[in-house]
């Protein structure tokens, strides 16, 4: 079953597009824990570059799908569509890997290609076997494509919005209201 879910994979990431993005205002965040069999996804959206709020919101469903590395949006896409679904942003900055991924097809391409918007993954580790030209380290962590985007553009993006420890400020609140710990 996952050797085709991986073939699927490689298919899909033939879709992936590497274009130059328009004007940024807005850059939206997503990042999703686990409790007790359920995700609580946290998005975010704010004004780039400043990072001032404009909004947030949390949803909570049950988990479908196991924790099985490098099938890592098998998990996440359930909540992490239903959190994005009619919300207004430039860019989508997803906690997970895009183009940067042993198949280049991972977490942050999948929703890039849902939701057809620029979309950039974000991870504090990289996966074994990562092709080297894929992503780029920027602070603490690593960037890649999701979709609609090209990798300088996305690196730009992600510098602009760093806090003092590397890590970029909506994902960071994205990442505390998936916990539980912002209201």
């Known amino acids: 079953m996952l050797e085709k879910i991986a073939r699927i994979q490689e298919k899909l990431s033939e879709k992936v597009k590497e274009v130059k993005i328009g004007e940024v205002r807005t850059v ?9 069999g359920s995700a609580r996804a946290g998005f975010v959206v704010c004004t780039y570059p400043e990072c001032r709020v404009l909004k947030t919101k949390v949803i909570e469903v049950e988990v479908y799908f196991p924790y099985i590395p490098t099938f890592f949006f098998l998990r996440e896409t359930r909540p992490v569509l239903l959190s994005v679904r009619r919300e207004k942003f430039d860019v989508l900055i997803v906690e997970g890997h895009g183009k940067a991924h ?40 690593y960037i890649s494509v999701g979709n609609l ?28 209201l998936s916990k539980g710990r912002v209201k």
Request: charged share 30%.
């Open 28 to 36: 939206a965040a997503v990042d999703v824990s686990y409790s007790d």
């Open 102 to 141: 042993p198949r280049k097809y991972g977490l942050a391409s999948h929703i890039g290609l849902l939701i057809k918007k620029p979309t950039i993954g974000v991870a504090k580790k990289l996966l074994r076997d990562t092709p080297p030209e894929t992503y780029r380290k920027v602070g603490r962590v």
């Open 149 to 176: 985007i090209t990798l300088e553009d996305a690196e730009r993006i992600i510098k602009q919005i760093l806090d003092e420890t590397g890590y970029p400020k909506p994902l960071k609140l994205a990442d505390k």
